[in-house]
């Protein structure tokens, strides 16, 4: 991969300052919640937080994976904040979010993987926000199927998992996961009949015909939302980028996957898995 590419001029982030944007960054902060759009650096945070959204990361801040395109924190997590599932419902409340997203750090020192705090934090938020519905971006919990029907049974309206990248870089990039118990995971899900969707990256080194060999097999995993974004490397000691992808290509993307047949594509250099999730229900 190359060491250094320059970032093209016409891929600018938005920067907060916006009132609602305040709010919102105050509401995180009271509750002491940690937002993965924080942690990984994402560069749609000021545009989300200024529309009163934000993805919620449950589970603590230290994830027990090292994925080389993350920015989220490596170590021993501490023990679970048993208060977190109020202090997420009650932060969706006091933003009234329609839609909100939950994701979390990789809980691999846990017998259940966290799977158990992922229920209760969605039961918890149900119960305080009736109408709101839930989209939740998981970790593949080693495989174990047992525990994706737990978060499945707990009915949130979404369920994201993410691919990250094409077959031949998943193990370059990926600390622990595997390109084919990822599919599995999402083909779980789609089977128990709830909406699926991943996410990938590009700009890691991968082959245009790579992605579209992506899209087949999560298709025919029965994954019908997809979201296609330019991998910016969030520090020093992170992959780098090995190209940045031109808004004329991820609209190619875009044509591309509807034609072959997902129900709902975002594609663009700033789009992240979350990015406009309230669109898709």
Known sequence: ????????????????????????KSVVEKHGLHTICSSGKCPNMGECWSRGTATFMIGGDICTR??????????RPLPLN?????????????????HAVITSVDRDDLPDQGAGHWVRTIATVKAANPGTTLEVLIPDFQ??????????DAAPEVISHNMETV???TPLIRSAARYDRSLA???????????????IMVGLGEEEGEIYALMDDVLKAGVSILTIGQ?????????PVSGYISPAQ?????????????????????????YHAEKYL
């Open 66 to 75: 090292s994925c080389k395109f993350c920015n989220t924190l490596t170590g």
């Open 1 to 24: 991969m190359a060491e250094h590419v320059r970032k093209p001029d016409w891929l600018k982030i938005r920067l907060g300052g916006s009132e609602r944007f305040s709010e919102t």
């Open 143 to 152: 495989g174990r199927l047992d525990l994706v029907d737990l978060v499945i």
């Open 167 to 169: 077959r031949r870089l």
């Open 231 to 239: 991998y910016l490397q969030p520090s020093r000691k992170s992959v």
């Open 250 to 274: 991820f609209e190619t993307y875009r044509r591309i996957a509807l034609e072959k047949g997902f129900s709902k594509v975002e594609s663009g250099p700033l789009v992240r898995s979350s």
């Open 82 to 98: 048993r208060k977190e599932p109020e202090q997420v419902a009650e932060s969706i409340r006091l933003m009234g979010l329609k």
């Open 185 to 199: 995971v999402l083909a779980h899900i789609a089977e128990r009949g709830v909406r699926a969707k991943t996410g």
